[in-house]
Nanobody, 126 residues
Framework: QLQLVESGGGFVHPGGSLRLSCAAS????????IGWFRQAPGKEREGVSC????????YYTDSVKGRFTISRDNAKNTVYLQIDSLKPEDTAVYYC???????????????????WGQGTQVTVSS
């Protein structure tokens, strides 16, 4: 059964860092695009970053470029999101999701993703 489990969220002060993990089971994530999304209270879910299968091409939304880094460890079947220089506006529940079309380049279109994890809370506050 296909499953995604996020972890690594927490409370940090502005300027701090976290590394989020998205552990996959039931499929080989190297064949599929994986996206990270976030949803703040009262706001719509937005795309943050994604990584394509194969060559691992990455994509970031403008607001996180230079601060967030997505990566993939095929041996662990896990995708990571390193988030640095955190700001209060980064506070949200962070979700990972998979596009189950094999070898499709990733995009941050929420409707491209079929399976979602349960989310992990990131809170940035002084």
């Amino acid at each position: 059964q296909l499953q995604l489990v996020e972890s690594g969220g927490g409370f940090v002060h502005p300027g701090g860092s976290l590394r989020l993990s998205c552990a996959a089971s039931g499929f080989n994530l190297d064949y599929y695009s994986i996206g990270w999304f976030r949803q703040a209270p009262g706001k719509e879910r937005e795309g943050v970053s994604c990584i394509s299968p194969g060559d691992g091409r990455t994509y970031y939304t403008d607001s996180v470029k230079g601060r967030f880094t997505i990566s993939r460890d095929n041996a662990k079947n896990t995708v990571y999101l390193q988030i640095d220089s955190l700001k209060p506006e980064d506070t949200a529940v962070y979700y990972c999701a998979v596009n189950t079309v094999q070898f499709r380049l990733c995009w941050l279109n929420i409707y491209d993703y079929d399976y979602w994890g349960q989310g992990t809370q990131v809170t940035v506050s002084s």
